[in-house]
């Protein structure tokens, strides 16, 4: 059941400058759950091999006399007899030791930690270059649809793609995820696909517009929602395939792509809709003006 799409842009801009406002305010009020990756610190996996409570993992660290005690403690695994545990601070080869002779006292059972530090210096250069990846990325992709297309196409598609990459983010704050490497990962892959669904529409405007000769709003907006159409099939059965996968990968993959995998989820969604229903319709806005001033100039120069 086809509709105009490009004629209730108002609407489609209004719900995503809404999720935007929502999600900045969201950032700005909770931060990001930062994790061993971008926040110096220590995580600490223990295989208890047996159920156990946080009180009692706890009881163990303050045994251990490390100083402050836990940020987070969570259960991991497949039976949940696993420990993850976040610390504020970066554990020295002594106090590892120490920690293993606490946790031995209260789980006979365990077969020892596992520990990830991160100092501060390093947090500091892998968010660096972490925020580097993504402009870079960025940049590239600019660069190659302003040459491939137009610097118009360019722009819009840009704009769509920090649309999603905010989205991603901004759920990620609202539900206390924690943003590790993973997470980084998955936002470059969103992107990737997203800018593809994206040229895949556009390649389409071209060519119709090729076949056409647009002189009004009125035929551009029709030229471009019947694009939209004609391409809605593939970008609909390509992202659902893709969410298939990835849903799949969510349940049955385990906990260390548990994360990557939603943030694809809640990317594909994104990008799907901002590929329909963002990035074109910016490009007919900006195209418009641009028709309405060279309409303007030949009855100047007519008259």
Request: aromatic fraction near 10%; hydrophobic fraction near 50%.
């Amino acid at each position: 059941m086809r509709f105009a799409i490009v004629s209730r842009r108002k609407w489609f801009f209004l719900l995503s400058g809404t999720i935007t406002v929502a999600g900045l305010i969201v950032v700005l009020l909770f931060g990001l759950n930062l994790g061993t990756d971008f926040k110096p610190g220590s995580r600490v996996q223990i295989e208890l091999n047996q159920h156990f409570h946080s009180a009692q993992v706890a009881k163990a660290f303050a045994r251990a006399k490390l100083g402050l005690g836990p940020d987070a403690i969570t259960a991991a695994g497949t039976t949940n007899e696993m420990a993850v545990v976040r610390l504020a601070y970066p554990l020295t080869a002594l106090q590892e030791l120490q920690l293993d002779q606490a946790i031995k006292h209260y789980f006979p059972k365990a077969k020892g930690s596992e520990v990830n530090s991160v100092s501060p210096v390093i947090a500091q250069q892998q968010s660096q270059t972490a925020v580097w990846a993504v402009i870079f990325a960025s940049v590239g992709i600019v660069i190659y649809v302003a040459i491939r297309f137009e610097y118009r196409f360019a722009v819009a598609g840009i704009i769509a793609l920090l649309h999603d990459a905010f989205i991603v983010i901004s759920v990620f704050a609202l539900l206390r995820i924690q943003v590790d490497l993973p997470f980084i990962a998955a936002v470059l892959t969103i992107v990737g696909y997203s800018i593809n669904d994206t040229i895949v529409i556009f390649d389409r405007i071209r060519e119709n517009l090729k076949a056409e000769k647009v002189k009004t709003q009125h035929e551009l907006e029709a030229l471009v929602d019947g694009s939209l159409w004609q391409t809605m099939a593939r970008s609909i059965n390509t992202v659902l395939t893709v969410l298939f996968a990835a849903t799949t990968l969510y349940f049955f993959g385990g906990d260390p792509i548990h994360n990557f995998c939603f943030a694809l989820l809640v990317g594909l969604i994104s990008g799907a809709y901002s590929s329909i229903f963002i990035a074109s319709p910016i490009w007919v806005v900006w195209r418009g003006r641009s028709l309405s001033k060279t309409k303007k100039k030949s009855g100047v120069s007519t008259a």
